[in-house]
């Protein structure tokens, strides 16, 4: 159970922690990659895709293990919206695993209810030290994240992204629909 507290502190800061990143919006989206390695991403991502398939309803997802609200509805004001943030914290285990994301993020819907739009993979930096090379996941680097010391790498497949499948805030997701709010300083990827 004292694991569990420093985990469940942890996450409620990681959706912040995509707000301060640095690089340009959708960089991650544009880097280029052998052939053999956009297929190796092309396949985990349609893996990745096939275990959230049942985490869209909301109470499945809750069942199966993604039960800890970590953060209001996270919007940004001109790069869009991440949505609410649910834990695992017992993925949160120094492993990346492309069928295991640490959390799911929520869009809320004018029907109240919430609809799965993408995914994060974090790494804190008690399990891979920050001056270590960046993680990878379907060919691409996690972003460093100083001020919430851990590795991190969104995957929108649930809403597509203009700016990127993997890129930090979604400007087709929207938190209109909630009063539970997490309005982002201006900074992207």
């Known amino acids: 159970m004292r694991h569990l507290v420093p985990a469940i502190s942890l996450l409620a800061t990681i959706s912040v922690a995509a707000a301060c990143t640095s690089g340009p919006v959708g960089a991650d989206a544009r880097t280029t990659t052998s052939p053999a390695a956009s297929v190796g991403a092309s396949r985990d991502l349609a893996t990745l895709r096939r275990v959230v398939a049942p985490l869209h309803d909301f109470s499945a997802a809750q069942s199966a293990g993604w039960s800890a609200k970590i953060t209001a509805c996270m919007a940004d ?3 869009g919206a991440m949505g609410f943030h649910y834990g695992n914290v017992g993925l949160i285990d120094g492993a990346v695993r492309v069928d295991e994301p640490e959390l799911l993020l929520y869009e809320p819907e004018k029907n109240g209810q919430l609809r799965l739009v993408a995914v994060e993979y974090v790494l804190p930096y008690t ?7 960046a993680p990878e996941l379907f060919g691409q680097q996690f972003k ?39 309005v982002a300083p201006m900074a992207h990827d």
Request: net charge negative.
């Open 77 to 79: 004001p001109t790069a």
């Open 127 to 133: 399990f891979h030290p920050r001056d270590a090379a």
């Open 144 to 182: 460093q994240n100083d001020r919430f010391q851990l590795w991190g790498l969104h995957a929108w497949v649930g809403e597509e992204n203009p700016s990127g499948m993997f890129a930090s805030w979604n400007p087709r997701v929207t938190c209109a629909n909630t009063t539970d709010l997490d």
